[in-house]
């Protein structure tokens, strides 16, 4: 039935048992069809989201097509497009331009001192980033009041009338660049669009000949329903509820807020789930669609609503995981976009020349193509983390110009060099970076030939037009108003512009993620919503700058009570409207943080109110479990399959003995397959670094006439002479600058190495050998002359006067340790470690068949700690030993490497990610393979 509202508009109730873009087309369909044709074209239909606009057009024209008829489609709007369809406007100042004129009466107000009441403390005149983001603040707090005919004066005269006169000074200031921001639109030329709206709803301005239909439209703005009263002799307001419903509506349509307040939405326990967090969450949304799947119900008759949108990414990736398809309306935020990505580390490479910025550029596809292209091909990742791991370079200075080994990538510098040269200017305007960037760009992808559906070069198109987009509004800014910024506030300012946009993402027969408004617009009869928690439905604001809740209500602008009962509302249309619908609660967020269920599932009667936050308290980790009808991959980690090819090794070293007995199949992984984690983020010498420039210092030291010195001062004097020739050779001027407190805290333990040293030679003790090499290898076992060990000897000692041998092997780790605390333990084969056990094998032909000694030489933090410390095994443990390694040998011919985890921590080894140590539903399974003869 209709009503007639106070504005002579035409209200239309039309219940809310069906979705409403079933009941909108059916109410359409029946009122504007003839005998041939559906007639729309006299119509504006105005609709509150354009995924609704979207929906409604596809359903009209499905709906022509099967009944045969002509199809006059309307003028489709949503809410906020509406005005300028309803009065005459002049040219009006884009986004863009409104921003950066709000900037420039903002700092011109700071440089005349009356800004102070507004921003305290502004930033450097000269720093354009930050007064944009003045400037942005004061535009989106411009718009919202013009959205509900105020101005910033109109706030001035409330604190007056109301007594808020600490605020009445602020809001003066704000009142006067509002009119400062006014001269300088009109001075171009322009209108701007929030006063024009304004002035055209109190001048009396608007007028159609067409049918307006507001349809589903329960939040709507002062400004805009005064346009509205307008045009009602032409005006339907459809709403989506039951006539039994009509005091919780105005006649607009619009919602009675207090009304949503006192009548509680029919949430059932059925419908609504307590979760751990959003892992668990996303388990529960697979569960919910397993089990109504079995029942008949097709994937893509689901839609999953995520009011908030870091729940997202979760449901994706397990929905993957679980080859369950699944797509998002919204599309890819443009952030991470390839395109985008790649303008942003351009702009950082120019500002900071930076090693990073060049390494993370390089492994870019689109950068990569870009080089290939120019003649240079090759590993460049790979040659580029061997360059930092070996120099840990900060800046790019090292590489240019380079020969050699890494001539390669210092020609790759050099080509991206001359690619940003145009970026590498000074401020200038904003239409000299426009067509800097754009030719940037042209160079990099204007080749590429692109297919149109394929999803990699659907990500270029839609980076690429995004960004001209974005530097064709700040191109059109700049002819009307001049600024100056550096090249990376504008790449910024772009990249900000361009990320508001969506990726288009083509969609699948799968299950359908959408946001919290869009999703009633829907056609699927199944609806999971997630973050049913406060602060979220319904969202809230607890602070505000300019605009807090209470100003908000004394002003009639969109609070916290209206946000309330647009969510509540929401709420009810889906849960009748929908054959399923659930809802989901958190317990905690993906930082651990607590949070509270929505308000909205906490209505009703306090014995239900208890009961819902008594599940809310209880819940546990079970929750998080699969469900087994979950029948497409029963468990979301995938065990790792190797297939491991047959090994006939003879030469070993006799530092990977302790990889195998640590895990056989890193083991393999490391040494058969030569697999290794390789980083490109060392901002500090590694542990293997740091050691290595100690033992290349003691080598040369070992070699030198002062082996023999019982010097301390001297001997020091020569290792730090050595260490920091090296150090500088190796890092240099383009290194970090923690690298040379590292050199001078490894200069403070060869200080107590040199004095150890120098008692060490008076003790009688001689330096036979320094990195003894027996690169040939020695055979341990006369049972297996064919399997033989090999290694370098840090350095060999002897005593003349006691005929005694020392083997040491040098160590640099932050604690001292003894030999047997690395080498041996309490399980069964008792070792861990054979290296200092294999050395009196590899020494053999210096110490002939003389009893040695076998320890390290800890060269650790602790000054006091650094000297000799020798095992104390005896001859029947050596043996023992040799048999380890001897077996060691053995299985690893015999293809033996079962996956070990019992031996030490796993999380943070090499393979950690490979073998998924990292993952949380890991798998407990060992990993096993047949051999490939």
């Not at 001297?714 to 190796?730: K, M, N, V």
Request: charged share 20%; aromatic share 8%.
């Amino acid at each position: 039935m209709a009503h007639r509202g106070l504005n002579n508009q035409k209200h239309v109730y039309l219940g809310w048992d069906t979705p409403p873009i079933e009941s909108l087309t059916d109410w359409l369909t029946s009122q504007y069809t003839n005998d041939a044709s559906l007639d729309l074209s006299g119509t504006i239909i105005v609709l509150p989201a354009a995924t609704a606009v979207k929906s409604l057009l596809v359903r009209l024209v499905d709906h022509c097509q099967s009944s045969k008829l002509l199809f006059f489609p309307p003028t489709a709007v949503t809410l906020g497009h509406l005005p300028e369809y309803l009065y005459t406007a002049r040219p009006t100042a884009s986004s863009s331009l409104q921003s950066l004129l709000w900037t420039d009466v903002a700092r011109k107000a700071a440089i005349n001192q009356t800004l102070d009441r507004v921003f305290p403390a502004p930033p450097h005149l000269e720093n354009f980033a930050p007064w944009h983001a003045i400037g942005e603040t004061l535009a989106t707090l411009h718009t919202e009041l013009a959205g509900d005919l105020q101005d910033f004066q109109s706030v001035v005269e409330y604190c007056q009338r109301s007594g808020h006169s600490a605020e009445v000074k602020r809001w003066q200031q704000l009142a006067d660049l509002q009119r400062a921001y006014h001269d300088e639109v009109d001075r171009l030329g322009f209108w701007d669009i929030q006063t024009a709206r304004m002035i055209a709803v109190k001048q009396s301005e608007c007028s159609t000949d067409k049918e307006v239909i507001v349809a589903g439209c329960v939040d709507i703005n002062q400004t805009i329903q005064g346009m509205l009263n307008a045009v009602s002799d032409n005006l339907t307001v459809l709403t989506f509820a039951p006539e039994s419903e009509l005091n919780r509506f105005h006649g607009n349509g619009a919602l009675n807020t207090n009304a949503w307040h006192e009548q509680p939405v029919e949430i059932s326990a059925q419908q609504l789930t307590m979760v751990e967090s959003p892992n668990a969450q996303a388990l529960a949304c697979a569960n919910v669609v397993a089990e109504y799947s079995a029942m008949g119900n097709s994937q893509h008759d689901f839609v999953i609503a995520c009011p908030d949108t870091n729940d997202e990414p979760y449901i994706l990736r397990l929905f993957d995981r679980q080859s369950t398809p699944v797509s998002s309306l919204r599309g890819r935020p443009l952030h991470d976009n390839i395109v985008v990505s790649t303008l942003r580390l351009l702009g950082n490479f120019v500002q900071t020349n930076s090693y990073q910025s060049f390494s993370s550029l390089i492994r870019l596809p689109d950068i990569q193509q870009y080089l290939s292209d120019s003649g240079i091909v090759g590993d460049l990742i790979s040659m580029s983390d061997d360059f930092h791991e070996k120099h840990l370079p900060s800046q790019t200075g090292r590489l240019r110009g380079l020969e050699g080994k890494f001539a390669k990538l210092a020609v790759a510098l050099q080509t991206l060099d001359e690619l940003v040269m145009p970026l590498s200017s000074g401020p200038s305007r904003l239409s000299h970076w426009c067509t800097a960037i754009l030719e940037m760009l042209n160079v990099v992808y204007g080749q590429q030939l692109v297919e149109k559906h394929n999803p990699q070069y659907t990500a270029v198109l839609c980076g690429t037009r995004a960004i001209s987009q974005s530097l064709s509004q700040l191109a059109d800014a700049d002819h009307s108003f001049q600024t100056d910024c550096d090249v990376n506030e504008f790449i910024n300012l772009t990249l900000e512009l361009a990320s508001n946009q969506f990726e288009t993402i083509q969609p699948t027969t799968g299950v359908v993620i959408t946001g919290w408004l869009d999703v009633v617009w829907g056609e699927q009869s199944n609806v999971l919503v997630t973050g049913f928690n406060e602060g979220t439905i319904p969202s809230s604001i607890t602070s505000d700058l300019f605009l807090p809740n209470s100003l908000r209500t004394s002003l009639g602008l969109v609070d916290n009570a209206r946000r309330f009962a647009r969510d509540a509302y929401t709420t009810a249309l889906l849960v009748n409207s929908r054959k399923t619908v659930a809802f989901f609660c958190k317990r905690t967020d993906a930082a651990g943080m607590p949070l509270w269920p929505s308000r909205i599932a906490l209505t009703g009667d306090a014995q239900q109110i208890a009961e819902r936050l008594s599940d809310f308290s209880d819940i546990n980790s079970e929750e998080t479990s699969l469900s087994p009808i979950y029948t497409v991959a029963p468990d979301p980690a995938t065990v790792l399959d190797i297939e491991f090819t047959k090994v006939d090794k003879t030469e070993f070293t006799v530092t990977e003995f302790r990889d195998y007995l640590s895990c056989p199949t890193r083991y393999y992984l490391k040494h058969i397959l030569e697999l290794g984690a390789v980083t490109d983020d060392s901002r500090e010498l590694s542990a293997l670094a740091f050691g290595n420039l100690l033992h290349d210092s003691l080598h040369d030291f070992g070699q030198s006439d002062l082996s023999r010195s019982t010097d301390c001062d001297a001997i020091y004097g020569y290792l730090e002479s050595r260490l920091q020739t090296r150090a500088d050779r190796i890092y240099g001027e383009y290194s970090y600058g923690v690298i040379q407190i590292q050199i001078s805290q490894l200069n403070n333990r060869l200080r107590a190495f040199s004095r150890w040293q120098a008692a060490w030679i008076a003790d009688g003790w001689e330096m036979i050998e320094t990195e003894f090499n027996c690169s040939p290898g020695v055979p341990i076992s006369v049972e297996h002359p064919n399997l033989i060990v090999r290694g370098r000897i840090d350095r060999i000692d002897y005593h003349a006067e006691t005929s005694c041998w020392s083997i040491f092997d040098y160590k640099s780790s932050e604690t001292c340790h003894r030999p047997e605390k690395i080498h041996n333990c309490k399980d069964v084969p008792y070792w861990k470690d054979l290296q200092l056990p294999l050395y009196r094998h590899l020494a053999r032909s210096v110490t002939e068949s003389a009893n040695v000694r076998l320890g390290y030489i800890n060269i650790c933090n602790d000054l006091n700690a650094i000297g000799e410390y020798f095992a104390e095994w005896d001859l029947d443990q050596l043996e023992t030993a040799d048999l380890v390694a001897l077996d060691v040998m053995q299985a690893i011919n015999g293809n033996q490497f079962e996956l070990r985890n019992d031996m030490k921590p796993t999380f943070f080894s090499d393979f950690s990610y490979l073998l998924g140590d990292t993952a949380l539903d890991k798998p407990s399974a060992i990993i096993e393979g047949e051999p490939i003869e």
